[in-house]
């Protein structure tokens, strides 16, 4: 008897990641916890320069700034409680000092260019298709920063829409790296103030975008387009609310580990698994707390990790600890 429904998945054969890759991920929150294992590991990544960005426009707008060598200036920031901020950036960019705000944005998005350079994949997780319009600009935003409602419209964008959006979206990575795998996945954290079911028909709207864009692609020369099933791996296999966090929203950290295993297993080589039980070994010994910090044992052992990150640094220059 099977109690457990298992979402098929495939070895990724085309451009695994390895240490020798380098990944950019963008998107909602569910893009951070894969980035953060990513960066647990060692690998060569980089996530969310502009901060979490949740619908496809914002990461569009990210994408087609960074191609166009967009320089921002006092008129792309506002003051509103005590903070400047930018409405194509999350809050977590916002300062008290304008001019700052203003540079930080401008080396942000030279970096994500630099980063769409170079990157072997590019990771984009879509959270929701509910965006707001600032009705005084007609533009949609990135994030309202707080600013009262009534200044904004809210609209679901349609199949269409986010398929012409995500479509730009690949044009400008191919446009500055031809060479780069793009991975779609939509977040499965579930945007319960929009509604639980304005949430299903948002998601379903993500869902069907990327797919046409992935046949699309399988049909012409490029099939360097992918997706990943976080979101259904979530919904079927964990189908329980015990991997939720107290707010029965976001996945907690037993189901986010569940999902990094399963991305493990389609996108990392798997000759890579060596390197990264080493890396897994050194950073626990890094947060080991001895009981008598200056005994023998202590100290052999403190050596006996100098001499792994040592090792493991000879073989990879790039990592750090």
């Keep these: 008897m099977n109690l457990h429904t ?53 990461i569009e707008i990210l994408i087609t700034d960074a191609l166009n060598d967009k320089v921002y200036t006092d ?49 984009i997780t879509l959270g929701t298709a509910w965006v707001y319009r600032f009705l005084e600009t007609n533009s949609i935003v990135a994030n309202c920063h707080k600013i009262p409602q009534k200044n904004f419209q809210k609209e679901l964008l349609g199949v269409d829409a986010i398929t012409e959006s995500l479509q730009n979206i690949i044009s400008s990575i191919q446009k500055l790296n031809k060479a780069a795998s793009v991975i779609f996945t939509v977040s499965p954290v579930r945007h319960t103030k929009d509604g639980f079911i304005e949430n299903t028909q948002s998601k379903s709207h993500l869902i069907t975008a990327i797919h046409n864009v992935i046949n699309h692609s399988s049909s012409s020369e490029n099939n360097e387009i992918s997706y990943f099933p976080s979101y259904e791996i979530m919904m079927d296999e964990l189908r329980d609310y015990r991997f939720y966090n107290e707010d029965m929203v976001h996945p907690n950290q037993l189901a986010i580990n569940y999902i990094w295993e399963k991305f493990k297993t389609v996108w990392i080589r798997e000759s890579s698994y060596k390197t990264m039980e080493t890396v897994d070994g050194i950073q626990k010994g890094l947060l080991h707390k ?11 052992f403190l050596k006996n990790l100098q001499n792994k990150i040592e090792a493991l640094k000879r073989e990879f220059t790039y990592i750090s600890f």
């Design 290 to 300: 001895p009981f008598n910090p200056n005994s023998e044992a202590h100290q052999k």
């Design 75 to 123: 008129n792309d920031v506002f003051f509103h409680n005590e903070q400047w901020h930018c409405f194509n950036a999350h809050s977590k960019l916002s300062n008290t000092s304008k001019e700052e705000l203003i540079r930080y944005l401008n080396h942000q998005l030279q970096q994500t260019k630099t980063q769409l350079q170079t990157a072997s994949h590019v990771v």
């Design 6 to 58: 298992k979402i098929p998945l495939k070895k990724q054969s085309n451009n695994p990641i390895d240490y020798g890759t380098n990944i950019l991920l963008l998107g909602s929150c569910f893009s951070e916890n894969i980035g953060n294992k990513l960066t647990y590991f060692k690998f060569r990544s980089y996530q969310n320069p502009f901060g979490i960005l949740f619908h496809p426009k914002a």
